[in-house]
């Protein structure tokens, strides 16, 4: 709402477009609008596109873009922006919390308690000091990650052959390979491209040598579920914390496939992965900062392309 009344105060006309209702009702729509401002279950592609003649900009609320034909929107002249400071905090947050808890076996031990079962032995954790921490991706929720785990006394690792930024002091930079080796977690904040589909392989899995935990909320074919399993069964791994699947859409209705059933079936029935539903980035905080942030650099960008005018 307050992205809403930005845009309103700006003198835009706001008008709510259904992204699952009749295709040639929204294609029709699309004909006038100036601004299209998108979450993660719209796709825009290029039939889509072609029809908004009027079209200027995309804003996805949120970080990632592989829902959007940015090809065929540049082609148009059609420039595409996205909020990934709105949901940075959050996300790194929620990394730390998850391996916390799989570490300190907190959802173990409170459904044990709450059953009247008091067992110390099996529930003593692992502290986080004094670990290296590895991190692929050292971007808006790579870098608040790192900036966060300062307080734990932890080893920071990073791999980001894309990073633009001066790089923190209290980050090392390495390559893979050394981060194979040395990392007792691996953290995953990489957008969904073709060069990090699968980045999690059998054969990247086969170079780590401290069995570390897993943590992905970036996408979920970053990190496929069927090598993963692979990974834990051969202790290649020691656990993994999941908020994004490879098996996910906007739930699990889709997993019919006998093979998908099974993955699933495996992935919940291991004790060290713990999963949540792609929340990571989705908090009542983030929710308004991502999509004020995303109406402000529109609005921006409007003003200096009028002023150019």
């Not at 029709?28 to 825009?44: G, N, P, Q, Y």
């Not at 080893?155 to 390495?174: H, I, K, M, T």
């Not at 080796?181 to 059998?202: C, D, E, I, N, W």
Request: net charge neutral; hydrophobic share 45%.
């Amino acid at each position: 709402p307050k992205a809403v009344a930005l845009f309103k105060n700006a003198g835009f006309e706001v008008a709510p477009l259904e992204p699952y209702g009749n295709r040639m009702a929204l294609l029709e729509a699309i004909e006038d609008v100036d601004v299209l401002l998108i979450r993660s279950s719209f796709h825009v592609d290029h039939a889509l596109l072609e029809r908004a003649k009027k079209l200027k900009y995309i804003g996805r609320a949120g970080a990632g873009m592989e829902q959007v034909d940015l090809k065929a929107a540049k082609a148009l002249g059609i420039l595409c922006f996205n909020s990934p400071e709105g949901n940075r905090d959050a996300v790194a947050e929620q990394a730390i919390g998850m391996l916390l808890s799989l570490w300190q076996h907190l959802p173990k031990a409170n459904k044990e308690v709450r059953e009247g079962l008091w067992d110390r032995i099996s529930n003593r954790g692992t502290e986080l000091m004094g670990k290296t921490v590895g991190i692929i991706g050292l971007g808006n929720t790579g870098g608040q990650l790192a900036k966060k785990l300062q307080g734990f006394d932890v080893e920071l690792l990073a791999v980001d052959p894309y990073r633009e930024q001066v790089w923190p002091s209290y980050v090392q930079q390495v390559s893979m390979e050394a981060l194979c080796q040395k990392a007792h977690v691996v953290s995953f904040h990489v957008p969904l491209t073709q060069q990090t589909k699968g980045m999690a392989s059998r054969d990247w899995y086969q170079k780590l040598q401290q069995q570390p935990v897993i943590i992905n909320t970036s996408r979920g074919n970053v990190v496929p579920t069927a090598a993963l399993l692979e990974a834990l069964d051969n202790a290649w791994i020691s656990g993994a914390c999941l908020d994004v699947l490879d098996l996910e859409g906007l739930g699990f209705e889709h997993i019919g496939s006998n093979s998908e059933a099974k993955l699933w079936q495996r992935l919940i029935d291991r004790s060290e992965v713990l999963l949540s539903p792609h929340t990571a980035g989705w908090t009542h905080e983030s929710w308004e900062k991502i999509s004020v942030i995303l109406a402000q650099k529109i609005l921006a960008a409007y003003t200096q392309a009028s002023n150019q005018v």
